[in-house]
């Protein structure tokens, strides 16, 4: 980890009871999600993180407490520094309090975290999906979201996947 | 089936102000067809007069779920997704998606590699930013721009058709160096477009850049704040003309940006017009990192040689075993990466193109997300064009720079 990013760390494991890990370099926090408001707040008032670049998800499927990661990624400028912060969220509709207040980023990157995985935001100003359209049921990057090959018809399945045809019957 | 709903007013009710719902304000439709949105991307404007109250983007029509295909592939075979993502930047969005892949399983890059990586991806940034002046003039009316521009693009397309076969669906580099080593016409090839290009610069700033009609339409409109820049997550270019200097090449150095001397431009007017010099240097900046690039060049090999991850070259499979075992589990199953996740950005033409890729420990991601600029950008546009002309509109959505493959995904 960089000397410069120790400190930050520290905030965070004191006050949040954060815990981190570090992987080829990258430091990744761990916040609990009734903290991750406070925390993005003060990480962009006192520590000079005002670019939040990436707000994603992480589907842990069939692993289900957490299930999802829910990833932000901020950077100082200034101090040249990165920081990941992940919420672990559990549940088949999860929830989650809405940065939008902290960062814009979220205005649009948390339509689309709802619409892919269905993690809700409490609170956002705006919460329609983004990229599919409304009448989509389900949410495509779950990891047991089917990807949608057709099933090829052989003699053995061939009344059976027929049935599923949407063309006219008699 | 189901059936698409024609859009209604109730759905964009909190976004729009009291006075379009007694009828005193009117809801216009523009796009997806629309030459000058710059691809699918569909806009609701609410308009008073000729005034913009408010604007709801609608975006969505190029979604192909290409992470959600990635998922289902070996790491090597999801790279050629990352051709369609950005068609502006194929070789850029190889380098961003395969540098995340070799982070991801600690894989060394041998320097000529790199160089060739370097040399390559600012020629696109060049090509890129030689569309969007040239549909940038056109959409403001310099017919004359458009060709300009697409007949220097060409020679580009032509140097990538030259070292990959094709001229946008590249897939040259990929994970440990690049698909083979570049013929030896690739660096007359390059030589002449370096030679050619500056005096070209000069003619596009001949016609554009103290053009008063191209001026006046761009002077003081669709102002960027550095706070709202910043908090929208804006970045490259348009975060440049807002007054930051952020360039993950200089903050960041991979491929050995480190040893190239440029400088990044950057401009506190923060209107459409500084964007558009913020280009127009960046391709005298790029040109100079590719001079230098070509110049110490190194000799060696293009491709790492562990062979745990990289598969051997053609000529070894006929006289090694291992080499055929190797060759046969690489393009079969595929190579293992762990169980963790990474993140990894590089610069694109259009700002950060940030990759986050997670393995489960097999061959096959369990997860990629493309971070992709255009999206950012694009989600600042409704607060730049409230109070302008649909007009003025039309010249901040070009500054913008877009690219609705790159948002959709």
Redesign the interface.
């Known amino acids: 980890m960089e000397k410069s990013l120790e400190p930050i760390v520290k905030v965070l494991q004191e006050k949040f009871g954060a815990t981190f890990e570090e992987f080829r370099g990258e430091v990744q926090c761990m916040v609990k999600p009734e903290h991750i408001i406070e925390a993005l707040t003060i990480l962009r008032d006192a520590h000079h993180f005002e670019l939040l670049s990436m707000l994603s998800a992480i589907d842990y499927f069939p692993q289900t407490s957490p299930r999802f990661h829910v990833i932000y990624q901020l950077n100082s400028l200034e101090k040249n520094l990165t920081l990941q912060l992940r919420v672990p969220v559990e549940g088949e509709s999860p929830k989650l309090p809405t940065s939008t207040g902290v960062f814009k980023t979220g205005l649009w990157r948390e339509r689309e975290i709802f619409d892919m995985f269905g993690i809700e935001f409490e609170g956002h100003p705006d919460p329609r999906r983004i990229l599919n359209p409304d009448e989509l049921e389900g949410h495509p990057l779950r990891r047991d979201f089917p990807l949608g090959y057709e099933e090829p018809q052989f003699s053995f399945n061939y009344e059976e996947i027929d049935l599923g045809k949407p063309y006219a019957k008699e | 089936?189901?059936?698409?709903?024609p859009a209604n007013v109730e759905?964009y009710k909190?976004?729009i102000s009291e006075r379009a719902l007694t009828g005193e304000t009117m809801l216009l439709n523009m796009g997806p067809q629309h030459p000058s949105t710059h691809g699918v991307l569909r806009l609701v404007l609410e308009l008073d007069g000729e005034i913009v109250v408010n604007c709801i983007p609608d975006?969505?029509f190029l979604?192909t779920?290409i992470?959600?295909?990635m998922?289902?592939k070996t790491f090597q075979k999801a790279e050629v997704m990352t051709d369609r993502l950005d068609y502006m930047n194929t070789m850029g969005n190889n380098l961003a998606y395969v540098m995340a892949v070799e982070?991801?399983i600690?894989l060394d890059v041998p320097p000529r590699a790199q160089a060739l990586r370097v040399i390559l991806v600012e020629l696109q940034r060049i090509a890129s930013h030689l569309v969007l002046l040239g549909t940038w003039g056109l959409d403001l009316a310099a017919m004359s721009m458009f060709l300009y521009c697409f007949r220097e693009r060409e020679q580009i397309l032509d140097i990538f058709e030259l070292v990959s076969g094709q001229r946008m669906m590249t897939t040259y580099i990929r994970p440990g160096g690049v698909w083979r080593d570049v013929p030896v016409e690739f660096e007359k090839a390059v030589r002449d477009f370096i030679k050619i290009f500056p005096k070209r610069i000069d003619e596009y700033e001949k016609l554009l850049t103290k053009n008063p009609l191209f001026v006046d339409r761009m002077v003081g409109i669709g102002h960027l704040s550095k706070e709202?820049a910043?908090?929208?997550?804006v970045?490259g270019s348009n975060l440049r003309a807002s007054g930051?200097n952020?360039d993950l090449r200089k903050?960041?150095p991979y491929m050995g940006y480190e040893q190239y001397d440029f400088d990044v431009p950057v401009l506190t007017e923060g209107d459409t017009y500084a964007r558009y010099l913020v280009r127009i240097e960046e391709f005298r900046q790029s040109l100079r990192i590719i001079e230098q690039a070509l110049d110490k060049l190194p000799m060696g090999p293009v491709r790492s040689d562990n062979r745990k991850f990289v598969p051997p070259p053609r000529s070894e499979i006929g006289v090694s075993m291992e080499a055929l075992i190797h060759h046969f589990k690489l393009w079969t199953e595929g190579f293992h990466a762990p169980n963790?996740?990474?993140?990894s950005?590089v610069e694109s033409p259009r700002g950060?193109l940030?990759v986050?890729i997670?393995g489960d420990g097999g061959p096959k991601p369990?997860?990629v997300?493309m971070?992709t600029p255009s999206?950012?950008n694009?989600?600042?546009v409704p607060e730049l064009v409230k109070g302008h002309l649909v007009a003025d509109l039309v010249a901040i959505l070009a500054s913008i720079d877009i690219v609705l493959g790159d948002i959709?995904?």
């Open positions: 089936m189901t059936q698409l709903q759905q909190h976004l975006i969505g979604h779920g992470e959600k295909n998922e289902a982070k991801l600690d709202m910043l908090s929208y997550g970045t930051v952020w903050a960041r963790a996740s990474i993140y950005a950060e940030g986050l997670a369990r997860r997300h971070r999206f950012d694009l989600a600042v959709d995904r």
